[in-house]
């Protein structure tokens, strides 16, 4: 059981360029979040899916676009990366929206240059 | 708006001290509240979760209290050790999770 995995755990990336950052979980959670980590800014809500099949826009969605590609997976996609984006990002899930306590995986730390 | 802040920042103790943490928000309409361990360059671990029908939780040398009515909990830790040194997150959950900045904690030997 490895709970939420993410990968890569580390990326640089050139202004402009684009990727993805994937998401798993296996505990078989409905609900699925992305949030980026800043210094001073604490964690914020990028995008998050409340069930298979739906997502919607968190706190900071601009510059960023996601897919709900099963239960298991949610990734999160950078399509012309900025030096703003320079972050760490954590997927999270829990067994339902609102209400339950999420799981965090051990994050990635992009750099864009 | 729901703004969550964790007081203080950091904090700096001898091993074997009693301490506790505070966070504070100004929406009392939550569903639970949350408090996280950071470690440096690590994600989040769930130390434990109130829901807003509780007034506490404990597990082993935790405690985390929860009123809602004055917009407070503390995390209580008992015995302080220096494996405790992290960052602790506190997060209340409306319709979505909303962090405070931590409290970044150092415990010396």
């Known amino acids: 059981n490895a709970g939420v995995t993410q990968t890569p755990k580390f990326q640089v990336l050139k202004t402009g360029q684009s990727m993805t950052l994937q998401c798993a979980q296996d505990m078989n959670h409905n609900s699925m979040y992305w949030y980026r980590q800043d210094p001073g800014m604490g964690l914020r809500l990028i995008y998050y899916s409340a069930s298979e099949g739906t997502t919607d826009k968190g706190e900071v969605p601009n510059g960023y676009n996601v897919s709900r590609l099963n239960k298991r997976e949610f990734s999160l996609r950078l399509e012309s990366a900025a030096p703003s984006q320079t972050s760490v990002y954590f997927c999270?899930?829990?067994?339902?929206?609102?209400?339950?306590?999420?799981?965090f995986g051990p994050g990635t730390r992009l750099t864009v240059l | 708006k729901q703004e969550v802040t964790q007081i203080p920042a950091a904090l700096s103790v001898p091993e074997g001290e009693n301490l506790v943490l505070n966070c504070s928000f100004t929406d009392s309409a939550i569903y639970n509240l949350q408090w996280f361990r950071q470690d440096p360059g690590k994600g989040l671990t769930s130390l434990l979760l109130?829901?807003?029908?509780?007034r506490e939780q404990t597990s082993g040398r935790l405690n985390a209290s929860l009123d809602k009515s004055s917009g407070r909990s503390t995390l209580y830790i008992a015995a302080s050790q220096p494996g405790d040194s992290a960052t602790y997150l506190c997060?209340?959950?409306?319709?979505?999770?909303?962090f405070g900045t931590g409290t970044r904690l150092q415990v010396f030997p």
């Open positions: 999270a899930s829990s067994e339902n929206w609102g209400s339950n306590e999420q799981f």
């Open positions: 109130i829901q807003s029908s509780q």
């Open positions: 997060a209340v959950a409306t319709d979505k999770l909303i």
